[in-house]
């Protein structure tokens, strides 16, 4: 028997229980992460109605923040519009397009929920050091510029 999160009330129709925690009027800014069509590793894609309802307009910068048990990661976004999703599939407002390579930076996976807030003043960087995680160099021989940053 398939364990879902259903009940029937009187008239005999069903209620999915399983994404009621996001309809909750307390917190409009937790979306739930889905597949993004562009190939821009620094925007992520909100429906029109979450923006409006978050006050958020194209081209802020929004903090994503994802809580694990103990663990807090976050990351900084610049918004675009998204009306569609994955294989033609209309965006709800629930849902929030990112690439594979931010979702690796957050940790998440398709279908984890994130919050998004509004990040007023993010000032322009003047030194940055990109370092690379330490189990993604574990097998590599040689100099570590050649092999991730070197165009050829």
Not at 116 to 136: E, F, N, S
Request: proline fraction near 2%; charge should be positive.
């Amino acid at each position: 028997m398939a364990n879902q999160a259903e009940s029937s009330d009187s008239k005999g129709t069903k209620h999915d229980f399983s994404m009621d925690f996001l309809e909750r009027k307390k917190a409009p800014n937790r979306l739930i992460v889905d597949e993004a069509i562009n190939d821009d590793n620094s925007v992520v894609a909100l429906h029109p109605k979450t923006m409006e309802k978050l006050q958020l307009f194209r081209g802020d910068t929004i903090l994503i923040k994802v809580s694990f048990f103990c663990l807090i990661a976050t990351g900084i976004c610049v918004i675009v519009f998204g009306l569609w999703g994955r294989r033609g599939k209309i965006l709800s407002a629930l849902h929030l397009l990112m690439t594979n390579v931010v979702r690796s930076n957050l940790r998440v996976r398709l279908g984890d929920v994130v919050s998004v807030h509004q990040c007023a003043d993010v000032k322009y960087g003047k030194r940055v050091h990109i370092l690379p995680v330490d189990d993604t160099i574990e097998g590599v021989t040689g100099n570590l510029f050649d092999a991730y940053l070197k165009r050829e």
